[in-house]
C-alpha cells in the first residue's frame, strides 16, 4: 500500500466482479500468520470486502508484488533464547476517513522472539488519542493476561510483570491515577481492566519513544525507511539474503 495515500471506501470505481479481490484478500489474510509486515495493509483493505474499487485492488496487488520481493521474509525464532515477555502497544487516532475509528496494534516478543501481533479497528470511535491509546493498551493487557496462562500451562515459569510499552504520556497518566473523572468516565471499564492488571503485577507500563514504538507498524502506513526500521525491530529475517551475498 502507497504509504503517501489515504484508503478510503469510494476511492476508485467499483469493481464489476468482487470475487477474485476477495479471494486475494482471503490469502493475504492467511498470510499474515508468518507476516507481521503485511498485518495493517491486508486489514485495512478488508474492510472494502462488500464494495471494493479498483484503487482497492491496485492496493492489494501492491502487497502481493511486495511479498513476491521477499519471499523468505517471516520469524524468527533464536535456539538460545530467553523466556522473559515484553510487548508494545500503540494506535491512531481518527485515521480512518469513513468512520473515523482508530486502529490499535500490539506485539508481543519472548525473548528476542515475536510471538503475537495484531491490528484491530476499533469499533467505536475515540474522542481522544489518549483514549485511543488506552483502549489500545486494554486490549494489550489482555493479551499479556493470555500469555502468561499460556506459559503456564506449558510449565514455564514467569515471576515477573510483563512489561508493555507505550509512547503515550497521558494514557500511561490515567494508568497510574486512581482518580476518575468526566475525560476518562466514558473509558471506565478499560481503565479498570489496566488498573487491575497494574495492581496484580501481571503488567508493568513503561514509557517509549515513538521512534521507537515497534507496534506502530501495525497502525498506520510507513514510509519505506521506517517501515524497514520497524520490520527488523520485529525480529523477522529473510532466509534468502545470506544466498544473495546480504545483497
Known amino acids: 500500500m502507497d504509504y503517501n495515500s489515504k484508503i478510503h471506501s469510494t476511492l476508485g470505481t467499483p469493481l464489476s466482479d468482487s470475487t477474485s479481490y476477495r479471494r486475494l484478500i482471503g490469502k493475504l489474510l492467511y498470510l499474515t500468520h508468518t507476516r507481521p509486515d503485511i498485518c495493517f495493509a491486508v486489514g485495512c483493505l478488508s474492510q472494502f470486502l462488500s464494495s471494493p474499487t479498483t484503487a482497492h485492488f491496485q492496493a492489494a496487488i501492491r502487497i502481493l508484488k511486495y511479498l513476491k520481493n521477499s519471499p523468505g521474509q517471516g520469524v524468527f525464532f533464536p535456539a538460545h533464547n530467553s523466556t522473559i515477555l515484553k510487548g508494545y502497544s500503540d494506535s491512531d487516532w481518527a485515521a480512518c476517513m469513513d468512520t473515523r475509528r482508530s486502529v490499535s496494534g500490539w506485539c508481543f516478543f519472548l525473548g528476542e522472539a515475536l510471538i503475537s ?50 509512547d503515550n504520556q497521558s494514557a500511561l497518566h490515567i494508568a497510574s491515577n486512581p482518580v476518575f473523572h468526566e475525560r476518562t468516565k466514558h473509558i471506565e471499564i478499560d481503565c479498570h481492566i489496566v488498573r487491575e492488571r497494574l495492581q496484580n503485577n501481571v503488567i508493568h507500563l513503561l514509557p517509549i519513544s515513538t521512534t521507537l514504538q515497534v507496534a506502530d507498524i501495525f497502525t498506520k502506513s510507513l514510509g519505506p525507511s521506517l517501515f ?12 534468502f539474503l545470506p544466498v544473495c551475498g546480504g545483497c
Open 117 to 166: 501481533w495484531k491490528s484491530k479497528k476499533r469499533k467505536t470511535v475515540s474522542k481522544s488519542s489518549s483514549e485511543a491509546e488506552y483502549r489500545a493498551l486494554a486490549m494489550a493487557s489482555c493479551e499479556a493476561q493470555w500469555l502468561l496462562s499460556l506459559l503456564m500451562d506449558l510449565c514455564i515459569s514467569h515471576p515477573q510483570p510483563v512489561i508493555i510499552f507505550c
Open 228 to 239: 524497514r526500521k520497524f520490520i527488523s525491530k520485529l525480529g523477522t529475517i529473510n532466509i
